[in-house]
């Protein structure tokens, strides 16, 4: 049907829905102007068809609609817009103001008055408004229209809204001269608070209070600490072509902290990936100095503990001084007089216990005797029949030979501050702790066993030791001692222990054991094996003390990687194990994950390198071989090698990482000859190029062989790479047994060492 024919309200009705379409069909905006007629009843006609349209639109598309249609209302009358900026209705209200910003300059006085009212008016959602102020200010620029229109927005607010809406509208419009100077303004009228002391100021006055009191920046409204400032201009800084912030910040780092304010900017420089090995080396040596460790995440440095403190110890022949541990030895009368004293309270004073006469008073009594007998003589003495210098010459030669004798013997005796030294182990350590742990008692102690040790001095009580041992221990399991006292302890402890024809082995490994169960710090390693040189540190005894600990180890939980990290806190713990050979590390957890099955009991009667380890009448391969794992040995056959200078010898089958070891024949892989050839009185075995002989059948030795090298080869070896990618699943736990912390600024756990970077807790990606 034409549209002449239809109803007026039918063709409205589809020129509204074509209208509110999208996208809409500008064919029935101008179909709708034509209809509307001429003024003044078009205006009116028009202002309902689109209120009507709005109104038929669901509210959450209704912004949308009004965005499409306000382009086709800039071509309509001005008339028009007024309109509907003064009807009755929000949604022509919403429709005039997107339209109107738009409209080309220069505006009558009834459209700049219809612009004000608008953008106050409530009814029309805050962001349309600021969007069609921002637009409008930007269309007017810096011109008095502009002024004005903004000053009609903010009227109504304080000062404090005002600059919130300001905020706004920057946000929109982006920066403006116009809108940055009013909030400059405004701001320099309003009165801050301190977040610190609470004072009010205006704003010139506040940016002099806040770093002059506080060391803080006001940037805008908002405190900020001036470091943080420096961070945001390092993530500027890691945009290509903008490395000039990098220097800027250099010199704001020595404005705020001339001493510390490089490091602390190295700091950051490496934490946003911008430093290099200069700044760590920097950082590093700052930590050292500080006796700090550094967090590897965020570099910041974190002061430890300081180091174990034990006194001064003075040691002579008149006594042993310590603070206020005294033992005084006075040998300068007839009897020698010992005092022992602890602070005011006196131990013992008398007569040295076990020595009658000092050795000078023993040189004068039996001197000074033989004098007076000489005197005597010469004043008594008849003349006759022996003139009396005879006697006088032979008493006082006699004299002069006792004298003598008292030198020799005084200088063949015990030195008097070794006797001072036992006093003090006798009188002094039996006495310490006596009211609880004591740390002034522990550290005269740890003096006294590095002084003993100093001296090569063996003789203290082993039951003594063995007290003050245990209660140390438990004072370092309760961090009321440092790692160091008891690690001399124990040092004294093996030493002597040693001396006496026991093997200290078995006692260091149980103690350091600890370490791997979480008891004991790491710090009590280092301490225990750093530098320490004793007699019975013997090859045999430091493969021994190796193969243990990887046995205790491996016990507790820990993998290769875990050895790898305990390392790096406990470095001579590391050179123990010998983790420079990493996979020799693998190869022994390989073996020790095989115990319980024992896949190798087809080789014969073979011990393992922990059963070796455990006997030190069997541990002599260890020393030769210090990758060893399996070892094998036949007292009934007698094998040698053709190319070897040794005499024949029992057959001995050794499994190492680098292969298979016959007698002292190493075969890196499985040779491809194996033959035994046998003669009238001896039988040989070829391996490849290689033979043995022996007075016996080698045809057993040979299956036995071949059992041997498959093993090896081709089910043990496969598997010692793998090894090194196996975690333990507790491991963070583990390593915040040692005593990791919390680093103070990421807040992530790490082991500290001073002047390093700590060891990161995380697991590594399987």
């Known amino acids: 049907m034409p549209d002449s024919d239809r109803p007026s309200g039918e063709i409205l009705a589809c020129l509204r829905a074509e209208l509110r379409a999208a996208p809409l069909r500008q064919s029935a905006w101008l179909r709708l102007l034509h209809l509307a007629g001429e003024p003044p009843q078009r205006?009116?006609?028009?202002?309902?068809?689109?209120?009507?349209?709005?109104?038929a639109v669901p509210a959450p598309q209704r912004l949308d609609c009004i965005e499409q249609l306000a382009p086709l209302l800039l071509t309509a009358p001005r008339s028009l817009v007024l309109a509907l900026a003064t009807s009755k209705s929000t949604s022509a209200h919403r429709l005039a103001l997107a339209v109107l910003p738009h409209l080309p300059s220069p505006h009558n006085h009834r459209i700049r008055l219809a612009l004000r009212q608008l953008v106050c008016d409530k009814r029309i959602p805050i962001a349309e408004r600021l969007n069609a102020l921002a637009m409008a200010l930007a269309r007017l620029g810096d011109g008095s229209e502009a002024d004005k229109l903004l000053r009609t927005y903010l009227r109504r607010f304080g000062k404090t809204r005002t600059l919130h809406e300001l905020d706004r509208l920057l946000e929109q419009?982006?920066?403006?001269?116009?809108?940055?100077?009013?909030?400059?303004?405004?701001?320099s009228l309003l009165r801050l608070s301190c977040p610190r002391c609470g004072v009010e100021l205006r704003q010139p006055a506040m940016l002099s209070h806040l770093w002059q009191q506080h060391r803080l920046v006001l940037e805008g409204r908002r405190v900020r600490d001036p470091w943080s400032v420096v961070e945001d201009w390092l993530k500027l800084a890691r945009q290509p072509g903008q490395e000039i912030w990098i220097e800027r910040c250099r010199i704001a780092a020595d404005k705020l902290d001339p001493q510390g304010g490089r490091i602390r900017l190295n700091r950051l420089l490496l934490a946003h990936q911008?430093?290099?090995?200069?700044?760590?080396r920097e950082i590093l040596a700052e930590a050292d100095r500080q006796h700090a460790g550094c967090c590897p995440r965020c570099y910041a440095l974190v002061r430890l503990p300081g180091s174990a403190s034990v006194p001064a110890i003075l040691l002579r022949a008149e006594g042993l001084v310590a603070g206020e541990y005294v033992v005084l030895l006075n040998e300068s009368g007839l009897r020698p007089v010992l005092e022992v004293r602890k602070s005011s309270e006196v131990i013992y004073r008398g007569v040295e216990p076990g020595e009658t006469w000092t050795p000078g008073g023993a040189r004068q009594l039996w001197a000074g005797t033989l004098v007076g007998l000489a005197l005597l003589c010469a004043i008594f003495w008849p003349s006759k029949p022996v003139p009396p210098y005879v006697p006088v010459i032979f008493l006082l030669f006699?004299?002069?030979?006792?004298?003598?004798?008292?030198?020799?013997?005084?200088?063949?005796?015990?030195?008097?501050?070794?006797?001072?030294l036992a006093h003090a182990w006798q009188w002094l350590v039996p006495r310490l702790h006596a009211q609880g742990f004591s740390l002034a008692d522990s550290s005269f102690l740890t003096a006294l066993c590095g002084l003993s040790l100093r001296l090569n001095w063996r003789e203290a009580p082993l039951e003594l030791l063995n007290n003050q041992l245990r209660l140390t221990e438990q004072a370092v399991e309760n961090h009321q001692a440092p790692p160091l006292h008891l690690a001399l302890l124990l040092r004294l402890r093996a030493e002597i222990a040693a001396e006496q024809g026991e093997d200290p082995v078995p006692l260091l490994v149980r103690k350091l054991a600890r370490c791997f169960r979480g008891k004991l710090p790491l710090a009590f390693a280092q301490d225990l094996l750093e530098d320490w040189v004793a007699d019975f540190w013997t090859q045999t005894s430091l493969a021994r003390l190796r193969v243990l600990l990887c046995d205790r180890a491996f016990e507790a939980g820990f993998e290769v990687q875990n050895l790898l990290d305990a390392s790096q806190q406990a470095p001579a713990l590391g050179s123990t194990l010998r983790i420079e050979s990493v996979?020799?590390?693998?190869?022994?957890?390989?073996?020790?994950?095989?115990?319980a099955e024992r896949p190798w009991k087809r080789l014969g009667e073979v011990r393992t390198v922990f059963e070796l380890a455990e006997d030190p009448q069997l541990a002599t391969p260890l020393a030769r071989y210090p990758d060893l794992l399996l070892w094998y040995q036949d007292s009934s056959r007698q094998v040698v090698a053709d190319r070897a200078s040794d005499p024949m010898g029992p057959l001995t089958i050794q499994q190492t990482l680098a292969g298979v070891w016959l007698q002292d024949i190493?075969?890196?892989?499985?040779?491809?000859?194996?033959?035994?050839?046998?003669?009238?009185?001896?039988?040989e075995l070829f391996l490849g190029a290689d033979v043995f002989r022996s007075s016996e059948n080698l045809e057993p030795v040979a299956r036995l062989l071949e059992r041997w090298f498959r093993w090896t080869f081709q089910e043990f070896a496969p598997q010692v790479d793998s090894v090194l990618t196996w975690q333990s699943p507790d491991r963070a736990a583990i390593l915040r047994s040692w005593g990791a912390i919390a680093c103070p600024e990421c807040g992530r756990y790490f082991l500290p060492r001073v002047g390093e970077l700590g060891t990161v807790l995380e697991e590594r990606p399987r």
């Open 43 to 55: 205006d009116s006609f028009l202002v309902e068809q689109l209120v009507r349209t709005l109104r």
């Open 173 to 187: 419009a982006g920066s403006q001269p116009q809108l940055t100077g009013l909030i400059q303004k405004i701001e």
């Open 274 to 280: 911008l430093g290099g090995d200069k700044e760590l």
């Open 583 to 595: 996979r020799r590390l693998a190869a022994l957890r390989l073996l020790w994950s095989m115990r």
């Open 398 to 420: 006699l004299a002069c030979l006792a004298w003598l004798a008292g030198r020799i013997a005084e200088s063949g005796g015990e030195p008097a501050r070794l006797r001072v």
């Open 666 to 683: 190493l075969f890196i892989s499985m040779p491809r000859v194996i033959e035994v050839r046998h003669k009238s009185m001896s039988s």
